[in-house]
């Protein structure tokens, strides 16, 4: 759900992409995104969705033929891992048990027993939306710092939502976009590059022309972007970080940490297992499954149809098996509180209906 704000800012007068007004636009929009990823380098803006940002980063740092350890913990860490291959990298996978948080000893010994010691890099889930698992980002940071390997984290549907600081720990590379907690239309990826990585950008090979970070930067230094951007979705954006900043990070960490728990507590008080592993919980996606003799597709038919109210069901192997409520977007606890009242409802009607009849 986006707020009226947001909406609102997308109607404004459209806006000469080559002129000042631009260039203040854009250098509020970095001044607004800096503390959210926790950097003081730089942010670049690119006019596509979040898969859009992760290719970008991909090629941007590495070259065909370099060596990545990929470590999903669900279906987007896969996407991720694909990606890479198509960029020529020899990807190989460090494999997670489904709906459990990366380990991170798992990680040092993958990366200690690594004869060769090669890697060129790590790509990293912050938080995977196919399991509604979060992953321990500053564990993590603290296997990888001092090592050579460059770190890339996907944080599409992490920031903003729960606290990540990249200079702290030590990332290289951190991709997000418009849509998830910062509850912007989709349209814009946010990619924050450590001076560590734009040096490796700068001598990594391969094909790029439209997703091309370092263009990107050259010029965001004089206040563009290298193509048109998309300036309603800008607008809207500039909006939700006026919105986030006056109520400040603190609370929204907060309040996708209260939803999400909430959420979890009435789904288990309805009969539905928790997907994500006790360690493990994303505090914008629960994912859940549901009690026996309740269909998970029926049910999010059934809030659609009904209820005007969407969830979402499991993707890939988890398709049918279990639903998804994402705690993202301009939701009022009066919402969260609503789609659990109907889903109780819901939930005893299946229930009721595959139960045998007395007689
Ligand atoms: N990574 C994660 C963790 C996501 O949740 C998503 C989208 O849901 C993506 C990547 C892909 O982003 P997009 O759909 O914006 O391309």
């Not at 505090?283 to 149809?305: F, I, K, S, W």
Request: charged share 20%; hydrophobic share 45%.
């Amino acid at each position: 759900m986006v707020a009226r704000p947001v909406r609102d800012a997308m109607a404004q007068p459209m806006i000469n992409h080559r002129g000042p007004e631009f260039a203040e636009l854009l250098a509020r929009l970095e001044r607004g995104m800096r503390p959210i990823f926790g950097t003081s380098s730089d942010v670049v803006f690119l006019g596509c969705s979040g898969t859009g940002g992760l290719e970008a980063a991909v090629t941007a740092l590495f070259s065909p033929g370099d060596r990545v350890l990929a470590c999903p913990v669900g279906v987007f860490g896969y996407r991720f891992a694909a990606i890479a291959r198509e960029h020529g990298c020899a990807v190989e996978i460090l494999e997670t048990p489904s709906g459990a948080a990366l380990d991170p000893q798992a990680l040092a010994a993958r990366l200690a027993d690594d004869d060769a010691r090669d890697f060129t890099g790590v790509l990293l889930t912050h938080n995977e939306t196919s399991t509604g698992v979060q992953n321990d980002m500053r564990a993590l940071a603290s296997v990888l710092r001092g090592r050579v390997v460059f770190s890339v984290v996907d944080s599409v549907s992490g920031l903003g939502a729960a606290p990540f600081e990249m200079d702290a720990w030590g990332y290289d590379v951190v991709v997000s976009a418009s849509q998830k907690a910062l509850a912007v239309p989709p349209g814009v990826a946010m990619i924050a590059v450590s001076p560590r990585g734009w040096a490796a950008m700068a001598q990594a090979r391969g094909e790029k022309y439209y997703f091309d970070v370092l263009k990107a930067r050259e010029f965001a230094r004089i206040g563009q972007t290298p193509w048109t951007p998309p300036i309603a979705i800008l607008f809207a954006l500039d909006a939700s970080l006026a919105i986030f900043h006056t109520a400040g990070a603190d609370a929204s960490f907060e309040r996708h940490a209260e939803y999400a728990q909430r959420i979890r507590t009435g789904l288990e008080g309805l009969g539905f297992r928790i997907y994500s592993r006790p360690n493990a919980h994303s505090v914008t996606v629960v994912a859940a499954e549901p009690p026996r003799g309740v269909d998970a597709n029926a049910l999010v038919a059934a809030l659609r149809e009904k209820h005007d109210i969407i969830i979402s069901g499991g993707q890939a192997d988890l398709a049918g098996k279990i639903i998804r409520i994402g705690t993202m977007g301009h939701l009022s606890s009066r919402d969260v509180e609503r789609a659990l009242g109907v889903m109780a409802v819901e939930v005893r009607i299946e229930e009721g209906f595959r139960k045998p009849r007395n007689g």
